[in-house]
């Protein structure tokens, strides 16, 4: 299994609270990305990142910031978390990105807004 | 807007079935096809994938094949078993691309 982990693994938190997801690989992959799912809608990227302090953004980045100060660590924060923001989201590695690439996911994070 | 179209949503199928699953696009630059395989509890993992330049790829009991005029791929399971009930999602990236855009899932359950 590629190394990456994820967490926390579960979180309940409030509407209006800032919560940070943290995404960590042992792998030394170049492409690091932030994906939700939900029910409907399959895997949403939310951002990725090309390397330390490269980000950009995907189709689903209203509400969600991202950090990359070191290549093993992909941060996702939600300033102010809202309820459609409840989703399990996923972190993925990737050493050559979207050309010929696998992705390789972690475990996943479940987020809960009440 | 969805990049890439996934049929059916869900799926049952008797065991040693044939359970298709289909996909469609729209972006012609997409020039690489995998299907993610993601059981409950678990991060997706890739199951196969091709390239527009085949129409074809076999591994195993699972195929893909594609046909590029009508912009569509589809994943077959041959001989379908229970341990394959899973969620199946599809997904393309672009040729130096960094993104992959993945259809909506497909949720498949094998019935002894």
């Known amino acids: 299994d590629a190394g990456i982990t994820q967490s926390p693994r579960h979180k309940v938190t409030e509407t209006g609270t800032p919560v940070t997801l943290r995404c960590h690989q042992t792998?030394?992959?170049?492409?690091m990305y932030w994906y939700r799912q939900d029910p409907g809608h399959g895997l949403r990227l939310i951002h990725y990142?090309?390397?330390?302090?490269?980000?950009d953004k995907g189709e689903v980045s209203d509400g969600y910031s991202v950090s990359r100060s070191k290549t093993e660590d992909f941060l996702l924060t939600l300033e102010s978390a809202t309820s459609s923001q409840t989703s399990v989201y996923f972190c993925?590695?990737?050493?050559?990105?979207?050309?010929?690439?696998?992705?390789?996911f972690g475990e996943g994070s479940r987020l809960t807004v009440l | 807007q969805q990049q890439v179209k996934q049929s059916p949503q869900s799926l049952i199928v008797q065991k040693g079935g044939i359970s298709i699953i289909n996909c469609a696009y729209e972006n012609t630059a997409f020039d690489y096809f995998p299907w993610y395989q993601q059981f409950p509890g678990k991060g997706p993992a890739l199951l196969i994938a091709i390239r527009p330049d085949v129409s074809e790829k076999k591994e195993g009991r699972f195929t893909i094949s594609f046909n590029k005029s009508a912009k569509q791929f589809s994943l077959h399971i041959m001989d379908s078993q229970p341990g394959d009930s899973a969620t199946y999602f599809c997904?393309?990236?672009?040729?130096?691309?960094?993104?992959?855009?993945f259809g909506t899932g497909t949720s498949l359950t094998v019935i002894p």
């Open positions: 997904a393309a990236s672009m040729k130096g691309g960094n993104q992959f855009y």
């Open positions: 792998e030394n992959h170049r492409y």
């Open positions: 993925a590695i990737s050493g050559v990105g979207g050309d010929t690439g696998e992705l390789f």
């Open positions: 990142s090309y390397g330390v302090k490269d980000t």
